[in-house]
């Protein structure tokens, strides 16, 4: 059973940083799956933020990251993390750890930690 463990998430002022983490269980990535973040701010749908693809770990980022964000993987540790810097009250939203198989399409979730950001 794949699980999916955030941590990281709080509540910060405009401007400040944040680093999320997310540890995968029950899961071998293989080639072309992906492993990453998205987010869902309140009456809003869910939304890419960004994601490392496996097995090279190349990174793609939503447009409207723009250098704020980085992500990053422990291979050993079936990890990924998030550092988020230059935060903005409009990044306040639940960020969810998101894995794509490649195989079958299927998405596996995480529980989401919440990330506040006050002006």
């Known amino acids: 059973q794949v699980r999916l463990v955030e941590s990281g998430g709080g509540s910060v002022h405009a401007g400040g940083s944040l680093g999320l983490s997310c540890v995968a269980s029950?899961?071998?990535?293989?080639?072309?799956?992906?492993f990453g973040w998205y987010r869902q701010a309140p009456g809003k749908q869910r939304e890419f933020v960004a994601i490392v693809a496996w097995p090279m770990g190349n990174e793609y980022y939503a447009n409207w990251v723009k250098g704020r964000f980085s992500i990053s993987r422990d291979v050993a540790k079936n990890a990924v993390f998030l550092q988020m810097n230059g935060l903005k009250p409009e990044d306040t939203a639940v960020y969810y750890c998101?894995?794509?198989?490649?195989?079958?399409?299927?998405?596996?979730w995480g529980q989401g930690t919440q990330v506040t950001v006050s002006s």
């Open positions: 998101n894995i794509r198989r490649s195989v079958d399409g299927t998405n596996h």
């Open positions: 029950g899961v071998t990535l293989s080639q072309n799956d992906n």
